[in-house]
């Protein structure tokens, strides 16, 4: 494997094996009692929940936390650090809101608390990071195979299967290549940050090869 980074993308160089085709969004939950009912004769209000931490410029975030009351109360919300681009919901608690490319950063140590009037809990506080949108590229280039696994020719090449993701162990994205003649494509729209990616050849009864070795492209 060879790996050629650019300043706008990079070129990974994957050779697929003969044996191409066999035979032919964190956030942190807490419910924590801030201050106790007069003389314990009333129980405070929980709160719970898993915030997003990461957003898309672009891209809509919402996050409601769940909130009970041992007595039955009636409830109600406040916060504090809630990005400009947000809004709240006292009633329900909510955060939501769509950041656009101006908003890109990290905002931190927000914080939601829930009280039934007398007591109160807060939710451990968390951070939403806005990223930009994708502009990276990675260029991936690969030695179309001519052989099956078994030593026979290979004459039934449907396409290939490129998988990528954020980490080596997920690969949890995909694109179908379905042209055969193919020995070079370009992963657009990746946002900052380290990317890795493996090849599969496909063949026409839809079997796939054993997937490359993983490369990868920091962007």
Same mark, same amino acid.
């Given at each position: 494997?060879?790996?050629?980074?650019?300043?706008?993308?990079?070129?990974?160089?994957? *050779?697929?094996?003969?044996?191409?085709?066999? %035979?032919?969004?964190?956030?942190? #939950?807490?419910?924590?009692?801030?201050?106790?009912?007069?003389?314990?004769?009333?129980?405070?209000?929980? @709160?719970?929940?898993?915030?997003?931490?990461?957003?898309? !410029? %672009?891209?809509?975030? #919402?996050?409601?936390?769940? *909130? =009970?009351?041992?007595?039955?109360?009636?409830? =109600?919300?406040?916060?504090?650090?809630?990005?400009?681009?947000?809004?709240? &919901?006292?009633?329900?608690? *909510?955060?939501?809101?769509?950041?656009?490319?101006? $908003?890109?950063?990290?905002?931190?140590? @927000?914080? @939601? =608390?829930?009280? $039934?009037? =007398?007591?109160?809990?807060?939710?451990? !506080?968390?951070?939403?990071?806005?990223?930009?949108?994708?502009?990276?590229?990675?260029?991936?280039?690969?030695?179309?195979?001519?052989? &099956?696994?078994?030593?026979?020719?290979?004459?039934?090449?449907?396409?290939?299967?490129?998988?990528?993701?954020?980490? !080596?162990?997920?690969?949890?994205?995909?694109?179908?290549?379905? &042209?055969?003649?193919?020995?070079?494509?370009?992963?657009? &729209?990746?946002?900052?940050?380290?990317?890795?990616?493996?090849?599969? !050849?496909?063949?026409?009864?839809? @079997?796939?090869?054993?997937?490359?070795?993983?490369?990868?492209?920091?962007?």
């Amino acid at each position: 494997m060879k790996l050629q980074v650019t300043k706008v993308g990079c070129v990974i160089l994957i *050779a697929l094996l003969a044996a191409a085709c066999g %035979g032919g969004g964190d956030g942190e #939950s807490a419910s924590a009692p801030v201050s106790p009912g007069p003389g314990g004769s009333n129980a405070p209000p929980t @709160i719970q929940g898993q915030p997003g931490t990461s957003i898309v !410029a %672009g891209q809509a975030y #919402s996050f409601s936390p769940t *909130a =009970t009351d041992p007595n039955g109360d009636a409830l =109600t919300f406040t916060a504090t650090n809630v990005p400009a681009w947000a809004s709240f &919901n006292q009633s329900t608690g *909510a955060v939501t809101g769509t950041p656009t490319g101006t $908003d890109v950063g990290t905002y931190s140590n @927000i914080r @939601i =608390t829930v009280s $039934d009037g =007398t007591a109160s809990a807060t939710l451990a !506080a968390f951070a939403i990071t806005v990223t930009d949108v994708g502009t990276g590229a990675a260029t991936l280039s690969w030695t179309p195979p001519t052989q &099956n696994s078994d030593g026979s020719a290979l004459t039934n090449l449907a396409g290939y299967l490129i998988t990528y993701g954020r980490s !080596a162990s997920a690969l949890d994205r995909s694109i179908s290549l379905s &042209n055969s003649s193919l020995s070079t494509f370009v992963v657009e &729209n990746l946002s900052s940050g380290t990317w890795y990616f493996a090849i599969s !050849a496909v063949n026409s009864a839809g @079997i796939s090869s054993a997937a490359t070795n993983i490369a990868s492209k920091t962007i």
